[in-house]
């Protein structure tokens, strides 16, 4: 079955720089894949959604891209704030059947000033 | 913007106890979902309805159980706590296929 391969150590990254975060699944491309952040004690919150069919999404400071050759997506924060720190979660849907997503375990950021 | 209210923010109950984690949606909501978040493991799905009195298993639903009498609310029910059920416990609605998921703000439960 489908998995989902998130970098596993915290990025920490100082104010104004980008952060790069780095999602890789294994098996045949979902029709769609999401990016959540989670704050501690939290539920996930939706940030952004990318179809097969679009290779880059952007929102304000934040840009995903989604290749489907290499099987990844990468996650930027453009001009990263401390309040942007949090873990982000990848997930995507293996049969596009809506709300059953496989999720990664999430990349903490911590954003220093 | 949709709310998803779950009852307990933090529950603790004794092994072999039967535990209820109540979720309450205002968006109108046919799919609502179940899942545990544990370090390392990541969120995992245990239980799903796409209609009132519907459920379907998820991943891992050894030990669980769930009941959707409304729209608005889809029960977890922990027949009987064991300690390896302790763990964030996040509902979670969407409107539709391709469409972001709405979740609570969990439940951690502790079983001792």
């Known amino acids: 079955s489908q998995k989902i391969e998130q970098n596993s150590e915290a990025l920490n990254i100082q104010e104004g720089k980008t952060a790069t975060l780095t999602c890789n699944y294994t098996?045949?491309?979902?029709?769609?894949l999401q990016w959540y952040r989670q704050d501690p004690g939290r539920g996930p919150v939706f940030l952004l959604l990318?179809?097969?069919?679009?290779k880059e999404k952007r929102k304000e400071r934040l840009k995903v891209t989604f290749d489907t050759t290499l099987k990844q997506s990468l996650f930027h924060i453009t001009a990263s704030q401390p309040a942007d720190s949090a873990t982000y979660l990848c997930?995507?849907?293996?049969?596009?059947?809506?709300?059953?997503?496989?999720f990664g375990q999430g990349t903490e950021l911590s954003v220093k000033p | 913007d949709v709310k998803v209210t779950q009852s307990s923010r933090y529950l603790v109950k004794r092994t072999g106890e039967k535990v209820f984690l109540e979720c309450v949606q205002d968006?109108?909501?046919?799919?609502m979902f179940w899942y545990r978040q544990d370090p390392g493991l990541g969120l995992r799905l245990i239980y799903f309805s796409y209609d009132v009195k519907m459920k379907e298993k998820g991943d891992i639903p050894e030990g669980y159980s769930v009941s959707r009498e409304k729209k608005e609310r889809f029960s977890l029910i922990l027949e009987s706590a064991s300690t390896n059920q302790t763990s964030m416990y996040l509902c979670a609605t969407v409107r539709a296929n391709n469409s972001p998921l709405h979740f609570g703000n969990g439940t951690r439960l502790t079983v001792t």
């Open positions: 990318i179809r097969e069919n679009e």
């Open positions: 098996n045949y491309s979902p029709a769609y």
């Open positions: 968006m109108d909501h046919e799919n």
């Open positions: 997930a995507l849907d293996e049969h596009n059947q809506g709300g059953k997503l496989i």
